[in-house]
Each structure stands twice: as C-alpha cells, then as structure tokens.
C-alpha cells in the first residue's frame, strides 16, 4: 500500500526564518505527488502538483521539490499568513479510482 | 484551480436524525469523488470513494448503512448521515477529481462541521 510519512508534525518558525518541509513517500509507480495546504476549520487548499524526480514548482514564498523518496516544500522568509497544516499526498500507478494517500501532516507556525 | 462547493458549513442535529451534506464541482466534471472525515488535529481519514452513476466504495470499518452516498450526476455527490449520534460527529470534508480532464489535481470543499447533540 502507498505510504507517506511527514516531518516535522510540527513546526515553529520566526518571520523571515527560512526552512523545509518533509514528505517521504513509498508509492509503486508514482503517478503523482500533491501538496497541500489547510487552515484551522477549512477543506485542503491545492499548492502543488509533482510527477518526476527532479521537478520542482514554485509559489510566491513556496518551492516544492521531488525526488524518488521524497519531496520538500521549502518556505522562504514565512510570514505569519503562512501558518497552516501542509498536507502531502501521493497517487500511484495502482490508485484506485485516482485515490490520494495523505500524510499527517506538518502544523506550521509563524510567529512576528 | 477549480472549485468544490460544499454546503452546509456547519450542522447541528439531535441524536437520532439523518443529516444530508452535498458536494459539488462548480466548474469541472467530476468523475470520482471522496468523503473524508477529519478528527482535531488528524489528518484526513477516507471513508469512501463515488463513482457517477456507480455505488461508492467504502472504506474498512466504514458501515455503508450509516453513511450513504448518493453520486448521482459529474458535478453532485452527496453524504447521508442516517440516525446520527453524538460520536458521528466530526468535521466532513470532500474531494473531487476529474480523471483524464484538464485538472489532475483532487480539490476539496470547505468541509462541514456536524455536531449531533
């Protein structure tokens, strides 16, 4: 079965104090790695979607990276308004019905 | 991106009633759809997934006679709580995906938050 762990569960980070987020992955035949973003009492918000090793995408202070165990998402000098829950997923080659398999998550906090 | 539409935002029930949630894709087909269940800082939880025109497949220790889902057209799925309980009540979310169309990508609703007293 897909597996994908995060790390951190979470995560407090001054503003302007670059890091990264991590998504490990186990997946036979990725068909697609996808990040997300959820704030307190609201559904997922789409960020990215990756397919191959080597691919990287970015969004305003957001760059999300691929391998073939793992993905980041590196945030860029975070402003408080960054503060969520990043949630990673993958699709694979045997996904029923274009089933997502999420992570736990990363509970991102930016403080001023 | 593309937007899910799910209404209501919150529910409050009494024990013993049903409960219906729609879910629908406002600017795309969705041919596949999920329900989630979402407990305080957890993650998302799969409870089934809906084909149009399809019975939905529903996930291990999910009692499909409890939770029906109804994905009766590509742009409209919905979620029946029947008989709900005080421990039925958590935050509901759910997902569309248009397999083979212009979006790969799955995208959520707003997620509702039911609360059976």
């Known amino acids: 079965e897909d597996q994908v762990t995060q790390s951190p569960e979470a995560l407090r980070l001054q503003e302007g104090e670059s890091s990264s987020l991590n998504c490990s992955y186990t997946v036979s035949g990725l068909r697609g790695l996808f990040w997300y973003r959820q704030d307190p009492g609201k559904g997922p918000e789409f960020l990215f979607t990756?397919?191959?090793a080597g691919e990287e995408k970015e969004k305003e202070r957001l760059k999300a990276t691929l391998t073939k165990k793992e993905s980041f998402l590196h945030i860029t000098a975070p402003k408080p308004e960054d503060s969520a829950t990043y949630l990673c997923a993958v699709q694979g080659r045997g996904s029923t019905l274009g089933r997502l398999y999420f992570g736990r998550g990363t509970q991102l906090t930016v403080w001023p | 991106g593309a937007v899910v539409s799910q209404h209501p935002s919150w529910v409050i029930c009494k024990s013993g009633t049903s409960v219906k949630i729609e879910c629908r894709s406002l600017d795309f087909q969705a041919t596949t759809m999920f329900w989630y269940r979402q407990f305080p800082k957890q993650s998302l939880m799969l409870m089934a997934t809906?084909?149009?025109?399809?019975?939905?497949?529903?996930e291990q220790g999910v009692e499909k006679d409890k939770f029906l889902i109804n994905h009766a057209s590509l742009t409209l799925s919905t979620l029946t709580v029947t008989s709900a309980h005080p421990e039925d009540s958590s935050f509901y979310i759910c997902?569309?995906?248009?397999?083979?169309?212009?979006?790969?990508?799955?995208?959520f609703g707003q997620g509702t938050r039911l609360t059976v007293v």
């Open positions: 809906s084909n149009e025109g399809s019975k939905a497949t529903y």
């Open positions: 997902s569309a995906r248009e397999l083979g169309g212009a979006y790969t990508e799955a995208f």
């Open positions: 990756l397919y191959s």
